[in-house]
């Protein structure tokens, strides 16, 4: 690829060369205006990375070190017609807090300083679904996670808002959320009478861990 086959636009999504944006500008632009630090955004189909997204399944086990330092975890965004609004609306409480989303049914966005992120998310699906293969993954302690997390911090790569991350490993580690607007989706419609109880994901992780902890304590 050369660069005269870009398709170059302003932040407003209009054309400043002549060549023609994909019909995903709009998930790009989306991470642009949300994210200032952002100079690269990279959307893709990658099969084990795809795998998840269809599967259901974030990616938000700390199996791998050098993940939890460079990427974190990697949530999974509602269902939304490619190319229209409600895609870039299931995806917009999660940019802030991530580095990488898998979009459900769809694919992978990764964004950052360059254009690899996507390829340590689809190496980090790959790696998971082998492990599993192998009878499953042994994931890093809560006390490893907080260290990289330190060092991840430091080296800039990921900065505290990360830590608002709506899946599961950091709230093993019982790290406030520092700004308190934590993405939260509700899973389940709310109480109507017949004694159903009614979580956010958020809630439900957060009871999961707890219950983890006593049992290991
Ligand atoms: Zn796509």
Redesign the pocket.
């Known amino acids: 690829m050369t660069d005269d086959l870009i398709a170059v636009t302003d932040l407003e999504g209009r054309s400043v060369n002549e060549r023609r944006a994909s019909s995903?500008l709009a998930?790009h632009l989306l991470i642009y205006r949300e994210r200032p630090d952002v100079r690269a955004v990279c959307?893709?189909?990658p099969p084990h990375g795809t795998a998840f997204a269809v599967a259901g399944l974030p990616i938000d086990q700390p199996i791998l070190s050098e993940v939890i330092l460079t990427l974190g975890c990697v949530p999974l965004a509602e269902y939304g017609t490619?190319s229209t609004e409600e895609l870039t609306d299931a995806m917009r409480p999660l940019v802030k807090h991530h580095n990488a989303l898998l979009?459900a049914n769809?694919?992978a966005v990764a964004y950052g300083a360059d254009l690899w992120q996507v390829e340590t998310l689809e190496h980090t699906a790959k790696i998971a679904i082998l492990s599993r293969t192998l009878g499953g993954s042994r994931n890093l302690s809560p006390d490893a996670i907080e260290k990289l997390i330190n060092v991840r911090e430091a080296a800039g790569y990921l900065d505290s808002g990360a830590r608002c991350q709506a899946c599961g490993y950091l709230h093993e580690t019982s790290l406030a959320c520092p700004t308190g607007d934590r993405p939260s989706r509700s899973y389940s419609s709310s109480s109507n009478g017949s004694g159903k109880v009614s979580l956010t994901r958020d809630e439900l992780v957060e009871l999961l861990s707890e219950a983890a902890r006593l049992k290991d304590s």
């Open positions: 995903e998930m959307h893709a189909h490619p979009m769809h694919g």
